[in-house]
C-alpha cells in the first residue's frame, strides 16, 4: 500500500521512552478520535532531518494548533533511547511534536514509505512524509521523493491544510 486520502491509517505499536523505561504505544489508540499529524522522516540526527524538517514543524505546532491540530508526532526508524537523546538535543517535545520509534520499520513498511540509501549508510529508512490524520483516516497527505525534504515540512503542510 501506499499512503495515500481516505485510507485508515494503519495501527502500530511504537516506541517511547516513559517514565520507566522504554514502552509501547498503539498508534491507533492515539489517533482515534483526534486530529493529528503524523509525519515520517529517514532518521534521528541525520542532517536534514535534525536541521531541517523536524525543526520546521517545532516552528508551526502552535498554528497548527490554532487549526484544530491536537497533536504531531514524528515517526522515526529509531529505537526508544536514540528517540529520547533526540529529544533531549533538540527541544522537539518542548517543541511541540511527539518522537515516536518504528524501531522495526513495520509501520514504514506497511505505509510503502520505507528507503534504502546504502552509499550513505541508511538502510530499511522512510522517505518523508507528512498526513492529517483525523479520527484514524488521512484527509492530507504530502509525500516528497527521496532525497527530498520540500512539501512534508511543517510550513509547506500547514500551507496544505
Aim: proline share 5%.
Amino acid at each position: 500500500m501506499t499512503l495515500s486520502k481516505g485510507q485508515v491509517f494503519p495501527d502500530a505499536q511504537l516506541s517511547v521512552m516513559g517514565p520507566d523505561g522504554p514502552a509501547l504505544v498503539s498508534l491507533a489508540d492515539k489517533l482515534k478520535g483526534r486530529k493529528v499529524i503524523v509525519f515520517g522522516l529517514p532518521g534521528a540526527f541525520t542532517g536534514t532531518c535534525s536541521t531541517t524538517h523536524l525543526p520546521s514543524f517545532m516552528r508551526v505546532s502552535k498554528a497548527l494548533a490554532e487549526k484544530g491540530v491536537e497533536e504531531i508526532i514524528c515517526v522515526s526508524v529509531n529505537d526508544p533511547f536514540v528517540l529520547d537523546a533526540w529529544d533531549k538535543a533538540t527541544g522537539a517535545s518542548a517543541g511541540g511534536v511527539t518522537l515516536m520509534g518504528d524501531a522495526t520499520g513495520a509501520l514504514t513498511r506497511e505505509l510503502g514509505m520505507a528507503f534504502d540509501a546504502p552509499a550513505i549508510g541508511l538502510t530499511g529508512r522512510s522517505n518523508r512524509y507528512a498526513a492529517l490524520v483525523e479520527d484514524g483516516v488521512v484527509t492530507q497527505v504530502n509525500i516528497d521523493e527521496p532525497g527530498v525534504c520540500d512539501i512534508s515540512t511543517g510550513e509547506r503542510f500547514l500551507e496544505a491544510i
